[in-house]
């Protein structure tokens, strides 16, 4: 089936360390994004890439690193550096010159 | 402040009851996109409107987007539990590679 996938679904860390959240899209999308969603905030933009090997900043990068190697993947890390990191983190993925993202399931963080 | 303004928060119906839920922007609306989401899980695509005076509609669901672009609604008829859930407008901020802002969001509440 085509799709989007995040894993794992629940993570947890200690304060501290260094998480990379999994986004793997076998849609032939071009487009990736990433989001965080707090309660009562909506969601808000972490990174996105058009391209394979190119990224660039959304609202809220600070904290956060990604990478685009391949096509279908687009991981982000959650560093040491982002000071309020529990957060539902959601992937989506676009054609491009296309309008409409679609998500994957998902990924809640939990730092302890 | 938040670009686009959903309202109201929360919304508790009884079955069988329409409902609206508004979402408005200060600025001209490139795309305005509907976005269902069931508590901790990922966003699904509902409906996007792009043209002033647009409407849609799947099953019983509709969305409009009024004449300057700047106010969508989304009317549910005769509402049942399988519709309860958070309710996020996107809006497209046009040229800058299909970043979405969002919504904070509608807590849907349908009573049996």
């Known amino acids: 089936d085509g799709g989007i996938t995040q894993s794992p679904k629940y993570l947890f860390r200690k304060e501290g360390q260094n998480v990379t959240l999994s986004c793997e899209q076998n849609l032939n999308h071009d487009a990736m994004y990433w989001y965080r969603q707090d309660p009562g905030q909506g969601l808000r933009l972490i990174y996105y890439s058009q391209i394979v090997n190119d990224f660039q900043k959304g609202d809220i990068a600070e904290g956060y690193s990604v990478s685009r190697e391949k096509k279908e993947s687009f991981p982000l890390t959650v560093t040491s550096a982002q000071k309020n990191p529990t957060a539902f983190y959601l992937c989506?993925?676009?054609?491009?010159?296309?309008?409409?993202?679609?998500f994957g399931p998902g990924t809640r963080l939990t730092v302890l | 402040s938040q670009e686009l303004e959903q309202s109201p928060q929360s919304l508790i119906v009884q079955e069988g009851k329409n409902l609206t839920i508004n979402c408005t922007s200060s600025k001209t609306l490139y795309g305005l996109y509907w976005y269902k989401q069931k508590y901790g899980e990922g966003l699904i695509f509902l409906m996007m409107l792009q043209k002033g005076g647009e409407e849609k509609s799947h099953e019983k669901i509709t969305a409009k987007l009024d004449e300057k672009k700047q106010q969508s609604s989304l009317h549910i008829t005769a509402s049942q539990p399988s519709h309860a859930g958070i309710y996020l407008c996107g809006a497209d901020r046009g040229n800058q590679g299909g970043k979405l802002i969002f919504g904070q969001g509608t807590e849907l509440s349908v009573k049996p």
């Open positions: 989506a993925s676009r054609v491009a010159g296309a309008d409409t993202q679609y």
